[in-house]
């Protein structure tokens, strides 16, 4: 995006990746359905991001979600607002629409240079960059540098975050990275995890309690893992319960695992007889409960805490589960932290090194699946494109 508003404005671009190919990450982004933005008010999609709302509003509201479909369009690739409200490509993939985009972008006039690994610099008047390529490190030398290297989730996709050390020694002021949109480690059975694993709960209302007692609640659809849970609706949770855990070194949630369903109209069901039937066949006719959630009553519960049909409702109503640990970030959906907003200007620029603007996931902004990480990195990205033109145009005043 970057690369794209500054050939706009007839300034030469070179683009470095260290990997074969660019996108890899928004590639993989695409594999499960494209969800590239959204279509709730603005006010709403600003309150999604966890961390740096504030910081990131302007430029979000510079390029807001409407204006990235219509830059879509222009680009040839139509979007859809799914029943969530989540916006996405009509091929559901990321792979047209980045294509199409390189190709506009190699008829611009941007030069991609790849497998080229950017590993150091200095600074002078110019910024020289040292690149380790296969055939040994080379310098380049340019007017401005805009790094978007995204942060530490999936490393294989070329995001490794290896490049804080660099910034760091350069005194730019960086929060470690932490799991973002991911999944935990719960206190399941084998036996539970071997028979579920790879099924889906729903639907289910999540609820979980932090520590100052604000209660947080959101029905959706979870997952069950060979370690644990994962899932939309986890993920949603995710800054919250891995901040918990990182206090007390484990987290409870608790699940309604019939949220259409009132206390009382499951008493009400309940009051015919069991007669004949399975416990999981009673729960089934008489409920609607699958397999799965009796067996997750099991699993929680013990014969005596399920014995009156009041105590076995409540216990369907809100079951806990104890979650040990996040998965780790090289399985998350993306990556909270990266390199403060304190050491930024406006233009995304870092202060004590002028001339070097950043801008996506390296970033310390942290925000939900839905479309809103994409829709961060865009908007990030033509703002620190727009910062470099206005450097460049201050100087030519000066000129
Ligand atoms: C499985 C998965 C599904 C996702 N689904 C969605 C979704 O549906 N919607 C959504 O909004 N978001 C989604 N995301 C998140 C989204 O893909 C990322 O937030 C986004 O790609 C980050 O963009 P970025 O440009 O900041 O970084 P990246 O896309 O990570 O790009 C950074 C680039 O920098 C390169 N690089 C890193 N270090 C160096 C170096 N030293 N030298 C040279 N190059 C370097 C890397 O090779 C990489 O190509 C998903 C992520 C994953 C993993």
Not at 44 to 67: A, C, M, V
Not at 120 to 134: M, P
Not at 187 to 197: I, P, Q, R
Not at 234 to 240: A, D, E, N, R, V
């Amino acid at each position: 995006m970057a690369a794209e508003v500054l050939r706009n404005a007839n300034i030469c671009v070179d683009l470095f990746d260290s990997m074969p190919s660019v996108g890899r990450k928004f590639l993989m982004a695409g594999k499960g359905g494209m969800n590239i933005t959204h279509s709730e008010e603005i006010d709403h999609f600003i309150s999604r991001y966890s961390t740096g709302k504030q910081f990131l509003e302007p430029y979000i509201l510079d390029f807001t979600p409407n204006k990235l479909r219509e830059w879509l369009s222009d680009l040839g690739i139509e979007t859809f607002v799914g029943s969530s409200g989540r916006v996405f490509p009509i091929e559901m993939k990321a792979a047209p629409l980045l294509r199409l985009w390189l190709h506009r972008l190699r008829s611009m006039g941007v030069k991609f240079y790849m497998r080229h690994k950017w590993v150091g610099w200095s600074i002078d008047n110019k910024i020289t960059l040292t690149f380790s390529t296969s055939n040994g490190a080379i310098n380049n030398e340019y007017d401005a540098v805009l790094l978007a290297l995204g942060g530490a989730s999936w490393p294989k996709l070329g995001s490794t975050g290896e490049w804080t050390s660099v910034l760091i020694d350069n005194g730019v002021t960086f929060s470690p990275f932490k799991s973002s949109n991911c999944g935990f480690d719960a206190t399941l059975s084998e036996y539970f995890t071997n028979k579920y694993a790879g099924h889906p709960l729903k639907p289910v209302t999540l609820s979980f309690i932090n520590s100052s007692g604000c209660c947080f609640t959101k029905q959706g659809e979870l997952m069950f893992t060979q370690n644990g849970i994962e899932g939309g609706l986890m993920y949603g949770f995710s800054h919250l319960l891995t901040d918990h855990i990182e206090q007390f070194g484990f987290a409870t949630i608790y699940l309604d695992l019939l949220p259409h369903l009132s206390l009382t109209d499951m008493e009400t069901r309940l009051g015919k007889s069991q007669g004949k039937l399975s416990f999981t066949n009673y729960l089934r006719k008489q409920l609607g409960l699958d397999a799965m959630k009796t067996a997750l009553l099991w699993e929680t519960f013990s014969q005596t805490d399920l014995s009156s049909k009041k105590m076995l409702c409540a216990a369907i109503k809100n079951l806990p589960l104890k979650l040990l640990s996040s998965r780790p970030i090289a399985e998350a959906i993306s990556s909270s932290g990266g390199i403060n907003f304190e050491a930024l200007d406006e233009n995304l620029m870092i202060k004590s090194i002028p001339g070097v603007f950043c801008a996506g996931e390296m970033l310390n902004w942290d925000a939900p699946t839905g479309g809103y990480l994409l829709t961060a990195c865009f908007s990030t990205g033509r703002a620190a494109a727009l910062g470099v033109l206005k450097r460049f145009n201050s100087f030519s005043q000066i000129e």
